[in-house]
């Protein structure tokens, strides 16, 4: 089972290990699941031909914007289960839009 899909879990056992277990051994624990992810984000990178410069902000992402990723997932699901349809956003055409005049391209 790849990573992602045991996120949320792997982060709700690290917040119980944090308040209840042992700290240090849960911060062992995170780290090595951080560890796994940043060895197979080098190894995407490198199939990519990418620069790693980038992977600095992972530890970063599995702290907040994990988190975001979280709610945004848990509000479109209760918004699904709902039944709630969310309308398309429209733009209201005014039809005055002036193009800029466009230089000559013709040669004499």
Do not use: K
């Not at 051994?25 to 620069?51: I, K, N, P």
């Amino acid at each position: 089972m790849p990573t992602p899909l045991l996120a949320p879990l792997i982060d709700l056992l690290a917040l119980y290990g944090l308040v209840f277990g042992n700290p240090r051994t849960t911060v062992l624990a995170w780290s090595g699941v951080l560890a796994v992810q940043a060895v197979c984000a080098v190894y995407a990178f490198h199939l990519d031909g990418e620069r790693l410069r980038p992977l600095w902000a992972l530890p970063l992402q599995q702290v907040v914007y994990r988190q975001v990723m979280y709610l945004v997932l848990t509000q479109a699901c209760l918004t699904a289960i709902n039944g709630y349809r969310l309308p398309w956003q429209r733009l209201t055409r005014s039809g005055d839009v002036m193009l800029p005049p466009q230089p000559s391209t013709r040669r004499t």
